[in-house]
């Protein structure tokens, strides 16, 4: 029938014309002729007995556990089912308790730039075993004679795989570069780039400086030193690393402003601006519902580059995930030239044993702890020298 608009103001048109629109073809003129483009019907090939059936009856939209992605050119959904695996490899029951496989990462600053290789910088991957005795509280750490060389060709700056975190998320061994913003998936003994990180809100062209990771709700947070960014003398100049990112296992990044949150852990601790924390380590634990900080540094002076190697922590900081019912633990002795730079809970101890290593930067030297203790307080490996590098991420691997 052809088609009559209503008699009034809003032009609208009947179900069954807009059937009919939509189901013809949109015809094109080409030459004298005019051309339709049929689209509704495609040509399949006649089925073998060996071909296997998609059951539609049975398909059903993804669970909460999986993350579903879209692609805009290709117009279609993935889901991605997340893996839990955690740790990678099965630890070992002993006499002595459970051996785990564990390493970690280090952040050679501006002695990361290869001098045998052009365009190449890099870091080392240290292994090692950690024995946990939940009987006697005892926690042992030995490590691997030789470590792992990782390569990249990545830089901002002339600067890059300064890699300041270690952690498992989907199954996979990630790394963060706080120089480049790229999070770096380890395999094997190669690193292979997988996301950027801008700084702040996003929408700057400078990269994140990444400081410290953890997974939450089956999604990678990444954070920076929690403070306000400053010049040497300590005046502001933005607000950059108080924002968190947020990636997905499809690697969708969104951004997260934490200013408050991290105002909110200051405050705790009884500091206010000009006072500062700088965090380097947080880990979210699901089984207390609670994000837990072990912060490098803290003063209740303003930021000066010349004494800040000297404001090391010994504080525990816990919070539920709203930043409320903040809590303050000291963890053995002050060593002020000693800062946390990553920690780990102990797989099966029901997040109640920690696994921390320690950094230190002093007059141009540089070196690194391992400690391990209890929630609580109790220390259950005192401080350990690793070596004179500088480590900046833990991980059971």
């Known amino acids: 029938m052809p088609y009559e608009p209503l008699r009034n103001d809003n032009m609208k048109m009947t179900l069954r014309d807009w059937r009919e629109a939509l189901e013809s073809p949109p015809s094109y003129r080409i030459g004298k002729r005019n051309v339709r483009i049929q689209t509704k019907y495609i040509m399949l090939p006649k089925p073998s007995p060996n071909d296997k059936?998609?059951?539609?009856?049975?398909?059903?939209?993804?669970?909460?556990?999986?993350?579903?992605?879209?692609?805009?050119?290709?117009?279609?959904?993935?889901?991605?089912?997340?893996?839990?695996?955690?740790?990678?490899?099965?630890?070992i029951r002993t006499a002595k308790g459970l051996t785990f496989r564990i390493a970690m990462i280090s952040d050679l600053d501006i002695d990361s730039k290869?001098?045998?290789?052009?365009?190449?910088?890099?870091?080392?991957?240290?292994?090692?075993?950690?024995?946990?005795?939940?009987?006697?509280?005892?926690?042992y750490v030995t490590w691997d004679k030789s470590t792992v060389q990782l390569k990249s060709s990545l830089s901002q700056g002339g600067r890059g795989m300064e890699l300041s975190e270690l952690l498992v998320f989907n199954g996979k061994l990630y790394t963060l570069d706080d120089r480049t913003g790229v999070v770096y998936e380890i395999i094997k003994n190669d690193v292979v780039p997988w996301v950027i990180l801008p700084d702040g809100d996003g929408k700057t062209r400078k990269t994140f400086k990444s400081e410290w990771a953890s997974v939450k709700d089956q999604t990678l947070i990444v954070g920076g030193f929690g403070k306000e960014w400053t010049n040497s003398a300590g005046k502001v100049l933005n607000y950059n690393p108080q924002w968190i990112k947020k990636v997905t296992v499809n690697g969708e990044v969104t951004h997260k402003n934490w200013r408050e949150n991290y105002l909110a852990l200051l405050k705790a601790v009884g500091i206010?601006?000009?006072?500062?924390?700088?965090?380097?380590?947080?880990?979210?634990?699901?089984?207390?519902?609670?994000?837990?900080?072990?912060?490098?540094?803290c003063s209740k002076e303003v930021y000066r580059e010349e004494t800040d190697e000297l404001m090391g922590t010994n504080l525990l900081i816990?919070?539920?995930?709203?930043?409320?019912?903040?809590?303050?633990?000291?963890i053995g002795d002050v060593y002020p030239s000693h800062?946390?730079?990553?920690?780990?809970?102990?797989?099966?101890?029901?997040?109640?044993?920690?696994?921390?290593?320690?950094?230190?930067?002093?007059?141009?030297?540089?070196?690194?702890?391992?400690?391990?203790?209890?929630?609580?307080?109790?220390?259950?490996?005192?401080?350990?020298?690793?070596?004179?590098?500088?480590?900046?991420?833990?991980?059971f691997i």
């Open 53 to 91: 059936y998609i059951n539609y009856n049975s398909f059903t939209l993804p669970k909460p556990s999986m993350q579903v992605g879209y692609n805009s050119v290709y117009k279609e959904f993935s889901y991605k089912q997340y893996n839990n695996t955690y740790p990678l490899t099965r630890p």
């Open 114 to 139: 290869s001098k045998l290789e052009p365009d190449v910088w890099f870091s080392y991957l240290q292994k090692g075993y950690l024995e946990w005795n939940p009987s006697l509280n005892s926690v």
């Open 339 to 395: 800062g946390f730079s990553s920690f780990k809970f102990i797989p099966g101890s029901e997040d109640e044993v920690i696994i921390a290593i320690k950094s230190e930067e002093l007059k141009g030297s540089v070196s690194s702890y391992a400690m391990a203790f209890k929630i609580n307080g109790k220390i259950l490996m005192p401080e350990t020298k690793i070596g004179d590098i500088k480590f900046e991420g833990i991980e």
């Open 318 to 330: 816990t919070c539920d995930e709203n930043f409320k019912n903040i809590k303050v633990l000291k």
């Open 272 to 297: 206010s601006y000009p006072g500062y924390m700088i965090h380097e380590s947080g880990v979210w634990s699901d089984i207390h519902k609670k994000w837990f900080f072990l912060p490098r540094r």
